[in-house]
């Protein structure tokens, strides 16, 4: 369960949560000044950790540390507001995968969770979509198709839309119990959202 606020300096978060954090805030390393060749995505992976950004970031953050739990074919949507001249928008969505039963199979990979950020004029990001292609990509390529092998899936939008963003994380295959203090057969995960907040009209819905 969520900590009370007495409890906020003993909660440590999972290691799903930890690792998400870390990925949203990370600065990746940009191969128009390093270089195509030492910066693919397999080389830098998400970046370099930045502690100070994830500090700068805190209060324009939405983090769900495993509260949400899924199954098979369910689904959760948060909305996040950006305001104008946001930078950057990152989502990052992490989950635990459980050890496949034949390990020379593929994929390599029991559940499937995905990320799908959409923005106020509808434009739709899937998660890592264009991120791996030759030349790199920084940021996320809108379209596509959801992603089904990765157990890390992220969305960074340049310079964003000003407007109410619509984040969701659903849950195609849950194939075995991953959230075991559940009876149900379902899956936790953790989402991060950053360079949010701010400027938000609240006379509408």
Known sequence: ???????????????????????????????????TGATNRYRQGWGFPALQDMYDLRERMLVLDELE????????????????????????????????????????????????????????YHGNQGMATLPINLYTQPGGSPNTLDTVENVFVQNPETGLWRVRVSAPLVALDQHLETPQVDADFALVVSGIGGGRDKSGP
């Open 1 to 35: 369960p969520a900590p009370s606020w007495n409890q906020r300096f003993g909660y440590k978060p999972h290691a799903s949560t930890a690792k998400a954090l870390l990925i949203n805030t990370a600065r990746q390393y940009d191969p128009a000044v390093n270089g």
């Open 69 to 124: 739990v899924l199954p098979q074919g369910g689904g959760r949507t948060w909305y996040v507001h950006v305001k104008n001249g946001t930078p950057q928008l990152r989502a990052t969505m992490v989950y635990t995968d459980l050890p496949a039963a034949a390990p020379f199979s593929g994929p390599h990979r029991v559940n499937d969770l995905d990320l799908k950020v959409t923005s106020p004029s509808g434009v739709v």
